[in-house]
């Protein structure tokens, strides 16, 4: 993916895209259904149309100044303290513009047979040298399997296997005082901010729900919801099989979790010890029906199948997914989780092409991450 070189060829033709993009999906009304009123001063659609064909310039505003090639027209004060407005519900902008985006454009090109679905996962969002950001903390990296100084970036998003709509996300800390590094404030309980606070000191998996909620609430529907083995537990695919919705993940392979099969509590290891495996080049190795969740613990149980494949960097290993929709075959729930990719990818992009935690430096925690995803949507629809 190459991004076009911000010059004096190209900006004219950014700068329509931009325009285009905020005039399609109108923009402006929903900046106003989420608290943004502003009625003097410099014009809303000039700090907009700056912002996001910021990440085009591959400098900060700073250096832009420092330079003397800056041509926002106004100062970085107004920069800042529109990006800081405390009266802006961000979270809740980025979640009804990928409505209108999904909704409005992709469902109209996309078959009523194809399977749509919502994907969750999380990425490190990097703050290393920034303690005064708001409850930035020491969080562990799955990748580097370490602790390193930021955020959990935990996000939902939309695909249908060709398209990835980023629909909202949350920067998660953490619940230990002992890993905050960042500074924290005291925010009234009753506004948007405090609730993002609550939040980002919450449980991941109490933070899907949420986002789920929230996405359903807008109007955005998914035949499927997929994650991978961090958020896969028996409460959690309960708690979404009771909003409606089908659940495809990748079992963690622990002895605490257990299923329902054949009329005992087994973990993963020990239903695919006892069961006969399939030979040959089979797509899978093993197909067992299994109840998930404890009506004590979890208020319910639901019928489901788990399907056991080779690892494909480990011949010798296995990985396994369950999926509560009984209607499909094995060979559909393989395909089907395929597109969970697609969160990886963007979370590829957000890092290497749109500057994710580099280019803007704002100590706030509920403007950290409109931008990245706001861009994201513009280059994919637009450029």
Known sequence: MLLPSFDTENEPKIASSVEKFFKDYKVMELLRRCGLRKSKGIPLWSILSYIFSNVFRDRSMYMQQKSGKCTAGFSKNTYYRFMQNPHINWFRLTILLAERIVNGHLKDLTSDQRADCFVFDDSLYS???????????????????????????????????????????????????QNVIGTTKKIDKRTIASKRRIMAQSKGTDVVIQLLDQALKAGLTAKYVMFDTWFSNPHQIVQISQRGLNVIAMVKKSSKITYEFEGKRMNVKQI?????????????????PVKVGDPAKDGAQIDARIVCVRNRSNRKDWIALIC???????????????????????????????????????????SLLLRPFSKFKIIFFEL
């Open 272 to 288: 695919f010890n006892a069961c006969k495996k399939r030979r040959g080049r089979s797509r899978y190795l093993l197909s067992v």
């Open 324 to 366: 509560t929709d009984m209607t499909i075959d094995e060979n559909e729930i393989i395909r089907i989780y395929g597109k969970r990719w697609d969160i990886e990818v963007f979370f590829k992009t957000c890092k290497s092409f749109l500057l994710i935690s580099q280019d803007f430096t704002t100590q706030c925690l509920k």
């Open 127 to 177: 703050r290393t040298g920034y303690k005064k950001t708001e409850l930035a903390a020491k969080v562990f990296d799955h990748v580097s399997m370490t602790y390193k100084k930021g955020f959990r970036m935990m996000t939902m998003g939309w695909t249908d296997g060709s398209s990835f709509v980023p629909i909202a996300s949350s920067l998660l800390s953490s619940k230990n005082d």
